[in-house]
């Protein structure tokens, strides 16, 4: 059997900038194989410059990114999506003129697993996490609601059998019922093997299903514990969880 690896992703020293906004200020952190971690903090605190730096997308003016032992700081986002990071963005972001099952294998195209009956297994996969998507695979995702919406796009993201899945702000626009939904789906993505790199503004449920968690704070990170640490920290009750 495989060792899990201690650190499958290592940031050391990351900034961020764009022109004269610095997005990241000297940020380190590490996500461990199987785990749940969380980047928690207020709009504008460089949660989603963190993963689109470590995709690939956006610039990094200093620091390294290493992902199962490889720098990947200067790779392409293609490069990093074949090596296993897979990344939700903010927002959804379906093809909505598509298909539920044509976005769902927008999702493999860059993978190095995609035979045909791969991608069958693959589909099937999310067909069994979402059976809502399953119902509605020939609907255009623009008809589906938002939390249907949200499905496709973390589905789409784990078409490509990733080994890390950043999920940015998965429970935004989204009825309560349906946010914890998709807590319940994250935590079995984890009991399932897989590890999840999460930012989320409701920082009492990130918090609640996390190994670990850094808190942001104008770009660099001003706290970081054990998920129900911080829940009972009096620092982040006051600024985060509205107590």
């Known amino acids: 059997m495989t060792p899990k690896l201690e650190k499958l992703l290592e940031v050391?020293?990351?900034?961020?900038?764009?022109?004269?906004?610095?997005?990241v200020r000297?940020?380190?952190f590490s996500v461990g194989e199987n785990?749940?971690?969380?980047?928690?903090?207020?709009?504008?605190?460089g949660k989603t410059s963190t993963l689109m730096a470590i995709s690939g997308l956006a610039p990094k003016t200093e620091g390294t990114v290493t992902f199962a032992g490889k720098n990947i700081t200067d790779l392409r986002p293609d490069r990093i999506v074949k090596l296993g990071i897979s990344h939700v963005p903010e927002g959804r972001h379906v093809f909505p003129n598509l298909t539920v099952q044509d976005n769902l294998i927008m999702g493999n195209v860059s993978s190095k697993n995609s035979s045909k009956g791969e991608l069958r297994r693959l589909l099937e996969e999310q067909y069994e996490l979402f059976p809502r998507l399953k119902e509605r695979y020939k609907q255009l995702a623009g008809t589906l609601s938002g939390g249907?919406?949200?499905?496709?796009?973390?589905?789409?993201?784990?078409?490509?059998?990733p080994k890390l899945l950043m999920l940015d702000e998965p429970s935004m626009g989204l009825a309560p019922i349906i946010v914890d939904e998709i807590f319940e789906l994250i935590v079995t993505l984890k009991q399932g093997g897989r590890t999840i790199l999460l930012i989320e503004q409701n920082a009492s449920l990130a918090l609640s299903i996390s190994d670990y968690a850094y808190v942001l704070d104008i770009g660099a990170i001003s706290l970081s514990g054990r998920g129900e640490e911080l829940l009972?920290?009096?620092e982040v009750k006051k600024a985060y969880l509205g107590f």
């Open 12 to 23: 050391e020293h990351l900034s961020v900038r764009y022109g004269n906004i610095q997005a």
């Open 148 to 161: 249907e919406q949200q499905m496709v796009a973390i589905g789409r993201g784990l078409m490509g059998d």
């Open 232 to 234: 009972g920290s009096e």
């Open 35 to 45: 785990q749940i971690i969380s980047l928690i903090g207020s709009n504008g605190a």
């Open 26 to 28: 000297d940020i380190s």
